[in-house]
Nanobody, 126 residues
């Protein structure tokens, strides 16, 4: 069993930066793929980024490459999402998730995730 708790959300001006953290409990977390998803008001949840269990491989939504960076520290059982040059359209609830298989996450997206956090709200003002 893995439990995930996000933090770091808040209000930021356009062009600013935020770092989201996802603290995980459970000894097996270091063997799971970590991921971030987001859901904007009135829209469906979408994939943001994923990172393999070792941190050696990452994958991003195409439109976010270069602005968002996912990383992890398995010693701290934490996954991070660094967001730069934020835009109003980045406003959303950001969810952390963990999935057993990296390729499954890439192919199936949210359906490839086994555990979810409750989300943290990011609001970007113009």
């Amino acid at each position: 069993q893995v439990q995930l708790v996000e933090s770091g959300g808040g209000l930021v001006q356009a062009g600013g930066s935020l770092r989201l953290s996802c603290a995980a409990s459970g000894r097996t977390f270091s063997t799971y793929t970590g991921g971030w998803f987001r859901q904007a008001p009135g829209k469906e949840r979408e994939f943001v980024a994923a990172i393999s269990w070792s941190g050696g491989t990452t994958y991003y939504k195409d439109s976010l490459k270069g602005r968002f960076t996912i990383s992890r520290d398995n010693a701290k059982t934490t996954v991070y999402l660094h967001m730069n040059s934020l835009k109003p359209e980045d406003t959303a609830v950001y969810y952390c998730a963990a999935g057993r298989y990296y390729t499954d996450v890439l192919v199936r997206g949210a359906d490839g995730m086994d555990y979810w956090g409750k989300g943290t709200l990011v609001t970007v003002s113009s």
